[in-house]
């Protein structure tokens, strides 16, 4: 199954190697079959999902059976390499509480992601290979239980995405692509030896064997004592937590490794920021929690007070950073960044209502910001400008477009009702209820303040008043006497049409509904979570 | 579940049904489905008025309550806490079931005089819409059983007011105040929030009963300043919905939006919203939290005072009476006059939505002007509007056998009753400043009806080419109305339904609707049913404050004979055991006693103040005494300082907004100089290793590399003369090698 889900994406990209590139048609609908077959796959795995088992470590007898569900686990490479023992790898994939909501996620937005290329004209063959490529290996880092297949699939990744960038981007493409492929890598190459620094060092308790098993590496007592990890080694333990946080941190982006993202978003097709915000950010986070956390349980509850307060500079930094930006594209860059940041904060809080917010705002972040992103498309589609000075009095002439925007807008500020609202809260009252994060809680707030300050503001200066003298549009008056507003190169429907609404509507309805009713997500959330927290502190932290 | 839980479930989602309706399909229906709106609102307010008959009138019990919740958020076993789950659920108890009936006549009200007035607006359906979700989101703040959904029903209400003051969004100035109302009301909720977090951190509940039953067993477990702060924070929140100093600031600016909603949202319901919160939180707030509080309050009703006297726009003297008087709210529960305060609230929601709309009828008729100056002399034409629009003036000015009479004197009385209790002094300036701020609405209120109803018309004065004029035209028009001057013969009485609401609203200003004692509120059913209930933080509380003795309750009630005061002083009434009641607090019990104590006192002081007032606008209007124009002059300052609002606008937007646009731009250059500058400083630096490196490759390691090539080339040349192939020099260097191995080994052998 999980094996399905993970590949169904290349399947269908070599399928389309053999389409000749002229049958445009064709290549976007297996694409987006592919995509609707792996959201099939997904919502059956969500149906077959049980929450009451909680994932994270090993079930009874170091088994992950019992523990994680959906397991597939085959030896994969074995190397014999004389006195260093054996390499076992092993293709390992499963599904628990914090892996299954991204699951969701990730199927959700390859799907909108592939409407969303539609419009892509340009070498649409390569597009979509390297685009199922990139949805196959985001699915792989979610499953992946084996440390070094996570590699893989997060090697793998990076490369669709640089030339997704770097091809079919804006006009400074080249720039943003090297940059985002250049850090990402600076932090894999860390992640790699602390990798294989953890394969010496932890054994599997079922074969005696080193093991790249990350459920292995999640039960402290598999470590071995004097290994270059092990529990004795609490300095390069310390670096070891340092260097792969530091690596998954710019995936998140955490400030200050934050800079690729704005320039990566500026650059990147719009289906490609739909892709990254909504699904690539999340495996900062995703990382953190299934590796970095409870594999360094004691450094982690060293270095919540410091995590924290980055979580608080991305939450009021960004928020600071996206009040000034002209470029709307930006600003939603910049929102990113600060809604990161209370998913570590809610991390930071080590405490259950804390991380579940965490995860949920993952899952909301990714809901809600994908669909800030193609909103600012439909206007870049229609405009050719993302200025936010270049518009105004949009109200008026788009109302179904401004309407989706007012509920796309409120959602991100957190208006409850909506889903963000919901983990922002959680967020908010871990990081508080937890004596380490209080204060840093009481900072974050303001947050909300500066996060409406400039949602509203933008929403004021594109959609609100009147037209602007030198808007990005011409006025006209139509036959029936009532004013119209008119696009250059733009002879599409003025207001959403139906491809857009289809992308946008599903998204919309995830928000709103997760906003009424949490459960459907936080009940699987939440045995996982709760195991988390005991993995991560025996002594449990939210209390006074 | 009681079938007042049901009836109430079936209230709250009956709006938020108009509002899907409404916001869907609108334009498919007849008359854009205003009809819906006015409809279900009547429905809601019938159900309403039967909880309200079952609950006031059968029941009559002060204590009454019931509640109901159902998890909604499961977050399992968790580690250290145990089971949690955030549970949501519905109250009601006597004040919920007034507010209910409230909200929903007002809104019914407002609903039906908007098919009127907002007649032939091109987006009249969506307006009904959101009046919708308005009314739903107030309904929601007035069930909730527990502190997170009141939070989010809190920011809806947020949330609808940002729509309904910006209903008119075309209009620059409007856009401006919704979005300046929304991030005050944001300012306050992240109060608000904290104070929420503060309280739950220690309990792991939202539910307003069990963090009062913790709070009451002594179980908070931080310091007594927390506590104080967890009442201020959330008092905070009470400061932005209200419009209390210092955020009182976005109420004026909402006037922008259509003037029945002005009347629903800044008079009845919105605004009472952080009123009706801080009594639901009144039980957890510390003595030194109350003194912040009445302070506000007393601050607010004071200042909003001050600046209503010398405005001109119609909608913005009541916008700042209107905070003026939720000032007098915030003071009356600071100083512990809990009925009193909250009976203020529902007589100021009828008299001051009467006068909104009164105030809609008359800009309705006078074609969308809204300067008092060009009024003048509508008494003949507006006969029914000149009657309500007086009588709810009369109410709001504190005249006796007014409703707003007996609340404004009740919360005096507490005011003088408080001042006493804690000691006098600096305490004594919230009566002061109560007392004078009810002579200035005296005056004000005295000021709007005698330029907008008396005298001559004053249209033809109004300068054709000003810039106010301008101005105000630019505020009006929702219409593209042309700026002619407005032709007597164009101001004519509104119709029924609009002239209906503002009857019903008028005859719910008189006193016995209340109270059959048009002196005492005391002696009326809502003061009877609303009474303070006990603290659960105060003195008595021994783990509340360290260095106080322990004192139980028992000994208290030996020690004040009589604390029930409220009960006795109603003594002979058959509800007097019932109404009984007791105080755990000696503080609390004290204050109440004094204020009944100074309930005469409260009379005569303010009913000279308002005499006074009333005098004075008499002199300055009607008898032209005094010349406003020239007084204005001779105190220019004081004027200036009043007609620009204290220069709070200013203020805020030289230091809270200039300040934040400019650190967001020295963050934004840092980001882009600095962090980026530094990402690409060593990008750089990492390729001009890379050149050096590349040098270093061609030159050193190449040169190592060829250097090795070239040596064993060298050597292989060398090496190369001894292979002559000649087997005789093979031998010979074989025999030199035996010879030499043997030397060697004799020498180790030797050694």
Redo the contacts between chains.
């Keep these: 199954m999980l094996s399905l889900i993970v590949f169904l994406p290349i399947i269908a990209g070599l399928v389309i190697l053999a389409v000749p590139s002229s049958q445009k048609q064709i290549i976007r609908i297996v694409s987006l079959l592919a995509a609707l077959a792996q959201g099939v796959l997904a919502v059956l795995i969500w149906r077959g999902y049980d929450p009451a088992l909680p994932g994270i470590t090993a079930g009874p007898g170091g088994s992950p059976l019992g523990s994680f569900q959906f397991v597939e686990k085959i030896p994969w490479i074995s190397l014999h390499l004389g006195g260093f023992g054996s390499l076992n790898i092993e293709y390992f994939l499963g599904v628990d509480g914090i892996s299954i909501t991204m699951v969701i996620l990730t199927a959700l937005i390859s799907a909108i992601g592939v409407l969303s290329s539609w419009t892509i004209q340009k070498q649409v063959k390569g597009y979509f290979i390297l685009y199922n490529l990139l949805a196959s290996a985001m699915m792989g880092c979610f499953v992946a239980l084996d440390f070094f297949l996570f590699y893989v699939f997060w090697e793998v990744m990076l490369l669709p995405m640089y030339f997704l960038i770097g091809i079919w981007g804006g006009p400074n493409r080249e720039y943003a692509a090297i ?1 985002f492929f ?2 990402t890598l600076f932090g894999s190459v860390f992640m790699l030896l602390v990798m294989i620094g953890l394969y010496f060092s932890v054994t599997d308790p079922v074969t005696g064997n080193h093991t790249f098993s990350l459920v292995a590496m999640a039960t402290q007592s598999n470590y071995i004592k004097d290994a270059i990890l092990g529990p004795a080694n609490v300095f390069w333990r310390y670096v070891a937590f340092i260097v792969l946080f530091i690596g998954f941190a710019i995936k998140v982006p955490m ?2 490794f ?3 993202l704005p320039d990566a978003h500026v650059e990147a097709p719009t289906p490609i920021s739909v892709i990254l915000a909504g699904v690539l950010l999340k495996l900062g986070t995703y990382g953190m929690i299934r590796i970095n956390f409870p594999l360094f349980p004691e450094v982690f509850r060293a270095g919540m007070y410091v995590i924290g307060i980055f979580g608080a500079i991305n939450i009021i ?1 960004g928020a ?2 996206a ?3 002209k470029d709307l594209k930006k600003m939603v860059a910049y929102s990113s960044i600060s809604h990161m940041g209370y998913v570590l904060l809610g991390l930071a809080a080590g ?3 804390g991380m ?1 917010g965490a995860l949920y705002q993952m899952f909301n972040h990714g809901t809600i910001t994908a669909m800030l992103f193609l909103l600012v498309g439909v206007i870049y589609d229609r405009a050719h400008t993302r200025q936010i000075e270049k518009f105004g ?1 949009l ?2 002439y788009m109302p179904v477009y401004a309407a989706l925007v007012t509920v796309a807008w ?1 959602a991100s500020l957190g ?3 909506l889903s963000g ?2 983990s922002e ?1 959680l967020v ?2 871990g990081a ?2 937890s004596v380490t994060t ?1 204060y840093i ?2 900072v974050s ?2 947050g ?3 996060g ?2 400039y949602l ?2 933008s929403l ?1 200066r594109m ?4 037209r602007k003298p030198d808007a990005a549009y011409d006025l006209v008056v139509g036959e029936d006497g009532h004013e119209h507003i008119h696009f250059h190169d733009w002879n599409g429907k003025l207001d959403l049409d139906g491809r857009e609404l289809a992308m946008l509507v599903p998204l919309m309805l995830i928000t709103i509904f997760l906003g009424i009713y ?2 459907p997500v ?2 699987m959330l ?2 996982s979570i ?1 195991k988390l ?2 993995v991560l502190s025996p002594v ?5 | 579940m009681h079938s007042l839980i049901q009836l109430s479930i079936v209230v709250l989602l009956l709006p938020l049904l108009s509002f899907v309706i409404l916001i869907f399909f609108n334009r498919r229906l007849p008359r854009r489905g205003d009809f819906i709106g006015v409809g279900i609102l009547g429905t809601a307010f019938a159900i309403s008025a039967y909880i309200f008959w079952s609950v006031i009138v059968q029941t009559y019990d002060p204590a009454f309550r019931i509640a109901w919740d159902f998890t ?10 145990g089971p ?1 789950q955030i549970k949501m659920g519905v109250v009601i108890d006597n004040l919920t079931s007034i507010m209910l009936a409230m909200v929903t006549l007002i809104s019914l009200l407002v609903h039906l005089y908007s098919t009127g007035y907002m007649a032939g607006d091109k987006n009249y359906g969506r307006y009904f819409a959101f009046l919708g979700i308005f009314t739903f989101s107030m309904l929601g703040i007035v069930l909730s059983d527990n502190l ?1 959904s009141i ?3 809190w ?2 209400v947020g ?1 609808s007011s940002y729509l309904l003051i ?1 209903f008119f ?4 100035s ?3 105040a919704q ?1 300046k109302a ?2 005050a009301n ?2 306050g ?2 109060g608000m ?2 104070g929420i ?2 309280l ?3 309990f ?1 509940t939202f539910s307003f009963e069990q963090i009062y039953a913790n709070l009451a067993a002594g179980k908070f ?2 310091s007594n300043g927390w506590l104080t702060a967890a009442g201020i924070l959330l008092f905070m929140g009470c400061v932005g919905k209200s419009a209390q100093f210092p955020l009182h600031v976005w109420l004026p600016d909402a006037m922008e939006g259509p003037t029945p909603v002005s009347a629903l949202i800044h008079a009845a319901t919105m605004v009472a919203a952080g009123v009706y919160f801080v009594a639901r939180i009144f039980v957890v707030l510390t003595p030194d939290a109350l003194h912040v509080i009445a302070f506000t309050g007393a601050c607010t009703a004071f200042m909003a005072a001050t600046i209503a006297i010398t405005q001109n726009d119609i909608k913005r003297v009541l916008a700042y009476s209107t905070v003026s008087q939720l000032g007098y709210m915030v003071l009356g529960l600071g100083v512990g006059a809990y009925s009193a305060a909250l009976f203020h609230l529902v007589t100021h929601a009828f008299f001051k939505a009467c006068l909104f709309l009164g105030s809609g009828a008359i800009i309705h008729a006078m074609h969308h002007e809204q300067d008092m100056r060009w009024m003048g002399g509508l008494r003949k034409h507006m006969p029914w509007t000149f009657a309500t629009f007086t009588l709810a003036t009369l109410a709001l000015a504190g005249l006796p056998l007014t409703s707003g009479f007996m609340s404004k004197d009740a919360i005096l009385a507490g005011a003088i009753g408080f001042a006493k209790t804690e000691g006098g002094g600096i305490f004594y300036l919230i009566p002061v400043l109560g007392f004078f701020s009810a002579m200035l609405t005296a005056f004000y209120m005295g000021r709007q009806i005698w330029l907008v109803f008396f005298g001559e018309s004053r249209t033809h004065l109004k300068p054709a080419e000003d810039d106010h004029h301008a101005a105000h035209h630019a505020h009006a028009g929702h219409d593209a109305h042309t700026d002619d001057h407005h032709q007597e013969h164009g101001v004519h009485e509104v119709s029924w339904n609009m002239r209906a609401p503002l009857v019903i609203l008028a005859t719910l200003s008189i006193f016995f609707v209340y109270s059959p004692d048009p002196l005492d509120g005391g002696k009326g059913w809502f003061m009877k049913m609303i009474q303070t209930p006990a603290t659960v933080v105060g003195e008595a509380n021994h783990q509340i404050g360290d260095l106080r003795t322990p004192v139980s309750t028992a000994t208290l009630a030996a020690a004040v004979p009589n604390v029930e005061v409220p009960a006795a002083e109603a003594g002979e009434h058959a509800g007097a055991e019932k109404g009984a009641h007791s105080y755990a607090d000696m503080r609390q019990a004290e204050i109440v006693h004094a204020g009944h104590a100074a309930h005469f006192t409260a009379i005569y002081i303010s009913s000279i103040m308002v005499l006074l007032g009333i005098s004075l606008a008499f002199i300055v209007y009607v008898f032209n005494i005094i010349d406003p124009e020239k007084t204005a002059i001779a105190i220019r300052p004081l004027y200036l300082f009043s007609l620009n609002k204290w220069y709070w606008d200013e203020i805020y937007d030289a230091t809270f907004i200039k300040g ?2 400019l ?3 020295i ?2 250059w840092f ?2 100089t600095i ?2 500058g ?2 690409n400083g060593v ?1 750089t630096l990492v390729r001009n290793f890379a050149f050096l490196n590349d040098g270093f490759d061609r030159h050193v390691v190449d040169g190592l590399v060829n250097f090795t090539a070239f040596t064993v080339n060298t050597t292989g040349a060398v090496l190369r003369k001894l292979q002559t192939g000649k087997v005789q020099t093979y031998v010979v260097m074989l025999l030199l090698a035996v010879f030499g191995y043997f030397v060697f080994y004799l020498t180790r052998l030797i050694y």
Excluded at chain 1, 540 to 544: A, D, E, G, I, W
Excluded at chain 2, 72 to 81: A, E, F, K, R, Y
């Design positions: 940059k250049l850090y400030f200050p934050h800079t690729w930094y600071f950073c009040l000034a930006q405490n259950s209502e579940v009095g109200a008026t409120f208006l409850p009702g609202f919901i809260a908010f009252v508080f209820s209080r809680a009481m707030v303001l909300i303040v500066f409406a300050a509203l503001w004021q959609f609100l008043g009147q949490p459960m936080l009940g939440t045995t709760n927290v005991q449990v932290m939210s209390q006074m | 909604w958020i499961d977050l399992g076993n968790v580690p250290g806490v949690l997170f939070y989010i029903f920011e809806l949330l910006g969004f075309e209009k620059q409007a856009a401006d979005k929304f991030l944001r300012v909720d992240i929030w904290l977090l503060i739950y951190s220690q792991h477990g931080l934040s646009m650190l967001a731009n963050l934004s980001d882009t962090v980026d530094i990402v990008a």
